[in-house]
């Protein structure tokens, strides 16, 4: 009986079968792994925490300060002038820009000892954000889902 299964004759029924159950089995996992739609957050933290660092090695060549701009929570794109193309090609933006979603924010102490960068993360349970400043911190809002990073200089 089961060489009568597994015959030339109903080979095609069971590499039918065979690529039906694959084809039900792919699209059940990706229901329910779907993919990584998050890969932009990922991005929007490492972006960030390279202008730190660009901003860190900014103040050390400029008097240990940050650079300086009226209060307020600004577009990233104030330090252009700043950290291009000293520390840049060109300055890290947010990979959804114009797709109806906000660019980074900076704002700095006017004394230009403390800052804050801002990115707001799609993922809002994102585990990042259980350890990033939260509140209003110079004048941005860096409450969830705001993934926010600063930098201070000690007298």
Partial sequence: MLAH?????NSHLWIGGFLATAVIAAAVSTWLN??????????RMADVRQVQLALALYADNHD???PIFSPGCHNIG???EHLVPTYFNSLPHDPQLGKSWPDYRYAVLPDGKRFVIVAILRKTDHTALQFDLDGTILDCNCNDPSYCVDGTIDN
């Fill in 78 to 80: 104030v330090l252009e």
């Fill in 64 to 66: 240990r300060t940050y």
């Fill in 5 to 9: 299964l597994f015959s030339k004759k």
């Fill in 34 to 43: 779907p993919p990584h739609v998050y890969g932009p957050d990922t991005r």
